[in-house]
């Protein structure tokens, strides 16, 4: 339940610190006065996205917070684990949203930041807002489906179909796919079988093609090489008397004849010969150089070819040898997959039949827990009703069997109401009034009781367009829920306030700096007598002596 909430700077509330009771709260005021500042700030602790504009004028921030009891904090700590966050301690909840003009929006849970998606998950396990218009979505047939299986037992029944039927149409689907891929990737295979055999016929060896381009751009010059390497050779040791070495050889007769008059010249004898072993041992080297240059036009011809044809898969394939090799492995691969598609296809008709039985015996199951529920659930309800003032009314449940299976069950679900005797029962959003869905919703939020396991009831001005008898019964009505929930009611009905365990009541005070506050005050005795009768129509007596009757009758 919630026990506290807190609001500073939201509108009209400047600083308000309410500790709520349980059972039934009822909180009422004139219009204007800013009871809907507190369903606004639920709102905010649900996740609903805030609006600056909901600052009060001059502040830069505001700020609601709510702490939450919390009997039973299993789903709660659920959704906290998701987020990764710490369960509730002593199954104590704190919510708190802080809205700035400078700083941006905050939230935080347990004084741990989160998202607004976590708030909204949490909000759904804490409360059940129901406004002048939250009640539409009664007319909703999901709505009404969960309402069902709430009743019957059978949500977890529900969930475990709706995991039946996204296996099984994830099986036919990648079936399907792959029945479709056979029939129309013959040119694929064609593709791949090419691609493979183009790629293999080459051969690719690694490290290739560097080794290919040294040679290549040897013989594409090797003409100019031999001249070059030829033209030196014979400068150096050419036959005739012009070459180098001989040229030399006559000055290293020269010198040992110089040496025999002068032995002191004996050191210039060692070196001049070692320069020309030297360079005789170069002349030899340049010519096995020459002899080794290709100038095989058929040989330049086939590197060229070779070269070009490594070139042409690397444009295809990939950027380097290595990821032309990979794109063949690859293609290999694929093409292994696709040729093994029959017992692939095979596997996947199997799993799909297999996951459709599953599905058929969960919609079964389903849907008897559904069809047993139902007439107990509307005579419930029809019940409910009948003390709402639909004394005559008919409601009934109807159940469609679906062509195929579909999320949330094999059947389609219309919650059918006839409010006046004598009409066909039709479904609930194409005949009733404003007034009679809140009415229907109330009645099935009792029949549902037991069932709901969300703490927190709020309706807010459901009570509109009713009166009388009507309204004591609405108000009878919320007392009863009152016994195994917390609920708050803002309402302009006498008759729902005076059976409200706490009563509560919002005004508008005017400060001396100009400025409009909004309170809430807990009234009992004779404030409590006062407001029942303003509610009423006035301070005359007659009004004050009806609000203490109805207020005896409640006690």
């Known amino acids: 339940?919630?026990?506290?909430?807190?609001?500073?700077?939201?509108?009209?509330?400047?600083?308000?610190?309410?500790?709520?009771?349980?059972?039934?709260?009822?909180?009422?005021?004139?219009?204007?006065?800013?009871?809907?500042?507190?369903?606004?700030?639920?709102?905010?602790?649900?996740?609903?996205?805030?609006?600056?504009?909901?600052?009060?004028?001059?502040?830069?921030?505001?700020?609601?917070?709510?702490?939450?009891?919390?009997?039973?904090?299993?789903?709660?700590?659920?959704?906290?684990?998701?987020?990764?966050?710490?369960?509730?301690?002593?199954?104590?909840?704190?919510?708190?949203?802080?809205?700035?003009?400078?700083?941006?929006?905050?939230?935080?849970?347990?004084?741990?930041?989160?998202?607004?998606?976590?708030?909204?998950?949490?909000?759904?396990?804490?409360?059940?807002?129901?406004?002048?218009?939250?009640?539409?979505?009664?007319?909703?047939?999901?709505?009404?489906?969960?309402?069902?299986?709430?009743?019957?037992?059978?949500?977890?029944?529900?969930?475990?179909?709706?995991?039946?039927?996204?296996?099984?149409?994830?099986?036919?689907?990648?079936?399907d796919e792959l029945a479709n891929a056979e029939r129309a990737n013959e040119q694929e295979i064609d593709l791949l079988v090419h691609q493979i055999d183009?790629?293999?016929?080459?051969?690719?060896?690694?490290?290739?093609?560097?080794?290919?381009?040294?040679?290549?751009?040897?013989?594409?010059?090797?003409?100019?090489?031999?001249?070059?390497?030829?033209?030196?050779?014979?400068?150096?040791?050419?036959?005739?008397?012009?070459?180098?070495?001989?040229?030399l050889s006559e000055l290293a007769r020269q010198i040992r004849e110089l040496e025999k008059h002068d032995p002191g010249v004996s050191e210039f004898t060692g070196a001049f010969d070692t320069a020309l072993v030297e360079l005789e041992e170069l002349g030899h080297t340049l010519r096995n150089y020459s002899e080794g240059l290709e100038l095989d036009p058929s040989a330049l011809a086939e590197m060229e070819t070779r070269l070009d044809l490594l070139e042409s898969l690397k444009r295809k394939y990939g950027n380097t040898l290595e990821d032309v090799v990979l794109f063949r492995q690859q293609a290999q691969d694929k093409l292994a997959r696709i040729e093994g598609r029959g017992e692939e296809l095979e596997r996947l008709a199997a799993s799909a039949a297999a996951a459709r039985t599953e599905l058929e015996s969960r919609a079964r199951k389903l849907a008897a827990k559904r069809r047993r529920a139902a007439p107990r659930l509307a005579r419930a309800i029809a019940a409910h009703l009948h003390e709402l003032g639909f004394e005559r009314?008919?409601?009934?449940?109807?159940?469609?069997?679906?062509?195929?299976p579909a999320p949330g069950g094999g059947e389609a679900i219309d919650f059918m109401f006839s409010p006046n005797p004598g009409e066909v029962a039709k479904p609930l959003r194409l005949i009733a009034s404003s007034g009679e869905i809140s009415r229907v919703m109330l009645a099935a939020k009792c029949a549902l009781a037991r069932q709901d396991s969300i703490p927190l009831m709020v309706f807010d001005e459901i009570d509109a367009n009713v009166g009388g008898e009507i309204?004591?019964?609405?108000?009878?009505?919320?007392?009863?829920?009152?016994?195994?929930?917390?609920?708050?009611?803002?309402?302009?009905?006498?008759?729902?306030?005076?059976?409200?365990?706490?009563?509560?009541?919002?005004?508008?005070?005017?400060?001396?700096?100009?400025?409009?506050?909004?309170?809430?005050?807990?009234?009992?005795?004779?404030?409590?007598?006062?407001e029942i009768a303003r509610m009423l129509g006035g301070g005359a007596k007659s009004a004050r002596q009806h609000a203490e009757n109805l207020l005896s009758v409640a006690a």
């Open 198 to 247: 183009e790629i293999g016929s080459a051969d690719i060896q690694p490290d290739e093609q560097g080794e290919l381009e040294r040679r290549y751009q040897l013989a594409n010059n090797s003409s100019l090489l031999l001249e070059l390497a030829g033209g030196i050779s014979a400068a150096l040791s050419g036959d005739g008397g012009g070459s180098i070495v001989a040229s």
């Open 393 to 404: 009314a008919h409601f009934e449940i109807a159940l469609e069997t679906l062509d195929a």
């Open 1 to 175: 339940m919630l026990t506290l909430l807190k609001i500073n700077n939201l509108a009209l509330v400047e600083d308000l610190t309410w500790e709520v009771g349980s059972g039934l709260v009822g909180v009422t005021g004139e219009t204007g006065a800013g009871k809907s500042v507190i369903v606004g700030a639920l709102k905010l602790v649900l996740g609903e996205r805030a609006d600056r504009g909901l600052l009060r004028t001059g502040c830069d921030t505001c700020s609601v917070e709510a702490v939450f009891e919390l009997t039973d904090a299993a789903e709660v700590n659920a959704v906290l684990a998701g987020a990764g966050l710490e369960p509730c301690e002593g199954g104590q909840l704190v919510v708190r949203r802080v809205i700035g003009r400078r700083c941006g929006n905050r939230q935080f849970v347990n004084c741990s930041p989160v998202t607004l998606t976590v708030l909204k998950e949490l909000g759904r396990f804490l409360v059940d807002l129901h406004g002048a218009h939250d009640h539409q979505s009664l007319l909703s047939r999901e709505r009404q489906r969960a309402m069902l299986d709430a009743y019957a037992g059978a949500a977890g029944d529900a969930g475990a179909y709706d995991l039946a039927l996204q296996k099984w149409r994830s099986l036919q689907r990648e079936h």
């Open 471 to 530: 309204a004591q019964a609405v108000g009878a009505k919320m007392a009863a829920l009152g016994t195994s929930h917390q609920v708050i009611s803002i309402t302009h009905l006498p008759q729902v306030a005076s059976l409200a365990e706490c009563h509560y009541v919002v005004s508008k005070e005017f400060g001396d700096d100009g400025r409009t506050r909004s309170r809430l005050s807990k009234i009992t005795g004779k404030r409590r007598i006062g």
